[in-house]
């Protein structure tokens, strides 16, 4: 029985090493998720940002009295 019991527990013990790495792993995987998800969301407040520069220099520059044609009787 003895022998038996040897084998079991080791058994466990790799069982225990396994799932240690794997939790890591899984810690790992959950830090690069929370990361990945932060620079996401910073990447669309910049387009965002950019985005709404783009449509003021748009606006800015239709109003630009130089861009119109001369009245008609120049």
């Not at 080791?10 to 225990?16: F, I, P, S």
């Not at 959950?30 to 990361?35: H, I, K, L, Q, R």
Request: aromatic share 2%; charged share 30%; net charge negative.
């Amino acid at each position: 029985m003895s022998g038996s019991n040897d084998a079991l527990e080791k058994r466990l013990d790799e069982m225990e090493v396994k799932l240690t790495f794997i939790d890591d792993t899984v810690q790992a995987l959950t830090s690069a998720d929370a990361e990945q998800s932060q620079r996401i969301a910073a990447l669309e407040r910049a387009l965002r940002d950019l985005h709404g520069e783009l449509s003021s220099m748009r606006t800015a520059l239709a109003d630009d009295p130089h861009s119109e044609p001369p009245p008609p009787h120049y």
